[in-house]
């Protein structure tokens, strides 16, 4: 079965400064990887997707990603974080023919 | 266009009473999929919607729950005799393609709790 793990619980993080938020995943099989963001009081919204071809993936809001298949992670990074980026962000998997998981959650905590 | 709308947006219930919670998903999207999102366990993967064919319900986590599409586009989350550990954000999604790396589109969720 394929489990998708978040590292941190909670980042915090200074306006302008970069973040990392850590995924790592476990399966046999191809899997495809995506990044998910959610702010308060609102659904998920895609930040990003790996299905194949270059393992770094560029997403919306300046997010990008890197797959790692020999680590099995997917982190997720962003150069220069805004207030606006707290939030809660998802990383999850999906191997062929099996359903999306997700993974526990990474708040990103942006102070000014 | 209209995004994934989700009603009601807040449900409070008592123990024992049935709840049920609908969806309109993106206007021709053929997928669609319900999660529930509880502290404990992060976000569950509970029922999956494509085209005409059977759901898959396999991650529904009792019988007391249920959920229907109807003419292919709405869908209402049936949750029978609600038990306090029902309590968590029900969302939904939908997606144009027949594959599960096809993007979803969430809507802002229903928050159930159960007294």
């Known amino acids: 079965a394929q489990s998708v793990t978040q590292l941190d619980s909670q980042v915090p993080v200074f306006e302008e400064a970069p973040v990392e938020l850590r995924c790592n995943y476990s399966?046999?099989?191809?899997?495809?990887l995506f990044w998910y963001v959610q702010y308060p009081n609102q659904g998920l919204q895609l930040l990003l997707k790996?299905?194949?071809?270059?393992?770094l993936v560029k997403g919306i809001n300046g997010f990008e990603a890197e797959f790692n298949k020999s680590q099995t992670s997917f982190h997720l990074r962003k150069p220069s974080v805004h207030i606006s980026d707290t939030a809660e962000h998802f990383c999850?998997?999906?191997?062929?023919?099996?359903?999306?998981?997700f993974g526990g959650g990474t708040r990103v905590l942006v102070k000014p | 266009g209209a995004g994934v709308s989700q009603s009601p947006s807040n449900k409070v219930t008592e123990k024992g009473k049935d709840v049920e919670l609908r969806c309109d998903p993106i206007?021709?999207?053929?997928?669609l999929y319900w999660y529930r999102q509880s502290l404990g366990q992060g976000l569950e993967f509970l029922i999956y919607?494509?085209?005409?064919?059977?759901?898959?319900k396999s991650g529904l986590p009792s019988d007391r729950f249920s959920a229907e599409r109807t003419g292919g586009s709405v869908s209402t989350l049936t949750i029978q005799r609600t038990q306090q550990e029902d309590s968590a954000v029900y969302l939904c999604?939908?997606?144009?393609?027949?594959?599960?790396?096809?993007?979803?589109?969430f809507g802002p969720g229903t928050r159930l709790t159960v007294l």
């Open positions: 399966s046999s099989v191809s899997v495809y």
């Open positions: 999850a998997g999906q191997a062929a023919g099996n359903k999306l998981t």
């Open positions: 790996y299905l194949s071809g270059s393992t």
């Open positions: 206007s021709g999207h053929t997928a």
């Open positions: 919607f494509q085209g005409n064919s059977a759901p898959d």
């Open positions: 999604a939908s997606s144009s393609g027949t594959s599960w790396r096809d993007t979803q589109y």
